[in-house]
C-alpha cells in the first residue's frame, strides 16, 4: 500500500490530442491539485464544436424515440387533460397550464377552434354525448360549452373552484363537482339548474351511472353518495369502516352500471352494488404495516381503476407504480404489473382483454390482463403523461403531456 501511494505522488500520465505525452510532477511540490489541473484542461475544450455523440442529456437521449404518429404542439404549458369526441372519434379536445383549451383534428393536427375566455390553468374538457357539444372548465370555476359546428361559445357559467366536469350519458346536461362539495347540474344551453349538497369538504370525484338516473360522488372525506338525479335526494351513503379513509382519487363503474369501483388515497378500492348500496369486497396491494400513514398516501395511493368488459376483471393502479389485476369473481389478486414510475390513468379496450396504462414517466403501456405480461410501450414525451384515451376499438391513443404536447399513437399489435 505504501508503495502505491508513493508511485502515485511520484507520476502522473496525460493525453493530450493524438499524442502521449508523459510529465513527472511531483505533487508534494506542487500548489495545484489534480481536480485543479482537469478543470483548466476542460476550459480549453470548445464544446460548440466538438462532436455532439457522447453529450447528450438524459432528456435528449428520451426525445430521440418518438413513437407517435402526431404531435399537437399548441399549448405553451403542460397539457392536463384530453377527450376524444365519441361519435367519429376524429376530434379531440384539450386543456392545459396555459388557460386555454383547443379542438383540434387527431388525423392532420389542424386546430378546429380554440375555446377562448379561460382565466386559470383548464383542467376539464369533455364532449356531450351525441358530440354535438363540448365543455371545458379552468381550476378557477369557470365553466364554458361550445357548440362545435358554429365553433361558438352558447353558455357559460361560474362555480367554486372546480373538481370535475361530466356530461350526461344521452341528454345534453352537465355535471360537476366543486370544492365546497357541492355538484351541480344544468340543462345546456337553457342553463336551469339543480344543486346537490355534499359533506363541507371536496366532492372530488364523480360518474354518473348508465341509467342516466343516478350519480355516485365521492368525496375529500372518505365517503361516498349515491344521488338520484330526477327528485335531487341521497340513495345511498357509504361512510365509516365501510367507506374510504381518504379522499376519493377515481371512480368507474360496469356496462350496466350493477357495480362501482371507487378509489382513494388510502389505497384502498371497493366495490359497490348500487342497489343496495352494500360493499361487495375491498381490494388493496402492499403490506401497510410496514408504513404509517403519510407514507401509505404517498407511496400506494389509488390512481385509477376500472372494468373490463370480456372477462370478470378490473384493474387498478397506483402511485407507486403497480397495476394490479384482481379477479372480480374470487376478489383475489390475479397479476401484479410493475412500472418503474408512478401510474396517472389506466384504460380498458373495449372489446379485449388487454388495459392500457400511462404514466409519470412518459410512456403508455399496454398489458395483457390475462398473462400479465407487457404487450407494448409506446414512448414520445419529455415529461410525465398527465391523461390519456384510446378510441372505439382500441387502434389509436391520445396522450396529454407535461412537456406543453399532445400526442396521437397509433397502436399496433401482432393480432390486429
Request: aromatic share 6%.
Amino acid at each position: 500500500m505504501e508503495q502505491a501511494m508513493e508511485n502515485t505522488e511520484e507520476d502522473t500520465v496525460q493525453l493530450h490530442g493524438d499524442e502521449e505525452i508523459i510529465e513527472v510532477i511531483d505533487l508534494n511540490d506542487t500548489e495545484q491539485t489534480t481536480t485543479d489541473h482537469l478543470v483548466e484542461e476542460l476550459e480549453d475544450v470548445d464544446f460548440a464544436d466538438a462532436d455532439d455523440e457522447g453529450w447528450e442529456t438524459e432528456d435528449e437521449m428520451e426525445a430521440e424515440q418518438d413513437d407517435s404518429d402526431l404531435t399537437f404542439s399548441k399549448h405553451t404549458g403542460s397539457v392536463f387533460c384530453i377527450s376524444l369526441d365519441p361519435v367519429t372519434n376524429n376530434l379531440a379536445v384539450t386543456g392545459g397550464e396555459d388557460d386555454k383549451a383547443y379542438l383540434w383534428n387527431v388525423i392532420d393536427g389542424q386546430v378546429v377552434f380554440e375555446c377562448t375566455g379561460h382565466k386559470d390553468s383548464v383542467t376539464c374538457a369533455t364532449f356531450s354525448h351525441d358530440s354535438k357539444l363540448v365543455a371545458t372548465g379552468d381550476m378557477s370555476g369557470l365553466i364554458k360549452v361550445w357548440k362545435i359546428d358554429t365553433k361558438e361559445e352558447i353558455w357559460s357559467f361560474e362555480v367554486g373552484d372546480l373538481e370535475w366536469l361530466q356530461w350526461h350519458p344521452c341528454a345534453p346536461v352537465l355535471l360537476a363537482g366543486a370544492a365546497d362539495g357541492n355538484m351541480w347540474m344544468w340543462k345546456i344551453p337553457s342553463g336551469e339548474c339543480k344543486t346537490f349538497q355534499g359533506p363541507n369538504c371536496q366532492a372530488t370525484s364523480g360518474k354518473i351511472l348508465p341509467d342516466g338516473k343516478r350519480v355516485m360522488v365521492g368525496y375529500e372525506d372518505g365517503t361516498l353518495r349515491l344521488w338520484d338525479l330526477k327528485q335531487g335526494n341521497t340513495i345511498h351513503v357509504i361512510k365509516g369502516h365501510d367507506g374510504h379513509q381518504g379522499p376519493l382519487t377515481s371512480m368507474e363503474c360496469n356496462k350496466d352500471g350493477t357495480l362501482v369501483l371507487t378509489g382513494s388515497t388510502d389505497g384502498q378500492t371497493k366495490l359497490i352494488n348500487t342497489s343496495t348500496g352494500k360493499v361487495l369486497g375491498s381490494f388493496s396491494v402492499g403490506n401497510s404495516e410496514e408504513k404509517n400513514m403519510t407514507e401509505l398516501q404517498d407511496s400506494i395511493s389509488v390512481e385509477s381503476v376500472g372494468f373490463c368488459n370480456v372477462l370478470p376483471l378490473v384493474a387498478v393502479a397506483y402511485l407507486d407504480g403497480t397495476l394490479a389485476i384482481y379477479d372480480l369473481t374470487t376478489q383475489s389478486l390475479r397479476h401484479r404489473c410493475k412500472h418503474e414510475v408512478g401510474i396517472v390513468h389506466l384504460q380498458w379496450e373495449e372489446a379485449s382483454a388487454v388495459v392500457a396504462t400511462c404514466n409519470l414517466g412518459g410512456a403508455v403501456t399496454l398489458w395483457d390482463a390475462r398473462s400479465g405480461k407487457m404487450v407494448a410501450e409506446y414512448r414520445g414525451h419529455t415529461a410525465e403523461i398527465l391523461d390519456f384515451k384510446l378510441n372505439r376499438d382500441a387502434s389509436i391513443a391520445v396522450t396529454a403531456g407535461g412537456d406543453h404536447k399532445a400526442k396521437v399513437f397509433c397502436l399496433q399489435r401482432p393480432d390486429r
